[in-house]
């Protein structure tokens, strides 16, 4: 590997030591991790064998245990309160338009929070001041409708929907 100039040409001796050398370093440095790597996993395979432990089969069959036990667990239903009032504000929340307004909201705020910039004049402060209050009143309806149409049990079942809650929250004492 050291002496080779080129495809088809005649090797000449230490032509290529820098590159020869690298590559010898290298081959017994990752060879020697890999091969330390294999002695290793045999000595600690050879203990759990002593112990009589297999421990990749014992881990995949705990695992499976655990998950049919967790999957086949009794779980609670809630059921959504079932008043016209919760069922029209369900209807609404649940609704596409709903959802896209409640979307293009979201997402105008972010670009409106992204515009602030240094030296900005009073006017555009007052601007991002007022939309942000705007659409902080709308998440706050948003959440008001979503409790009133699932009930407070399954609203904090959803793990989504407590995370707007703390989203309020924490806009609230900002």
Known sequence: AMDATGPGIQPVENTNVAMGSIFFVLFIFVGSFFSLNLFVSFIVDGFYAAQGVDSQFDEIQYASVRKLVFEMWPKRYIKAP????????????????????????????????TLTHQGQSAYFEHFLNVQNDVFFTIM??????????????????????????????????T
């Open 140 to 173: 706050c309806v948003e959440l008001f409708l979503t409790i009133v149409a699932w009930g407070p049990k399954l609203f904090l079942a959803d793990a989504g929907y407590v995370f707007d809650l703390f989203l309020v929250c924490a806009t609230t004492i």
């Open 82 to 113: 079932m008043n016209i009032i919760s069922l029209i504000c369900r209807g609404l929340v649940m609704s596409v338009w709903f959802k896209m307004f409640s979307g293009t909201c979201l997402l105008m705020n972010i670009i409106c929070m």
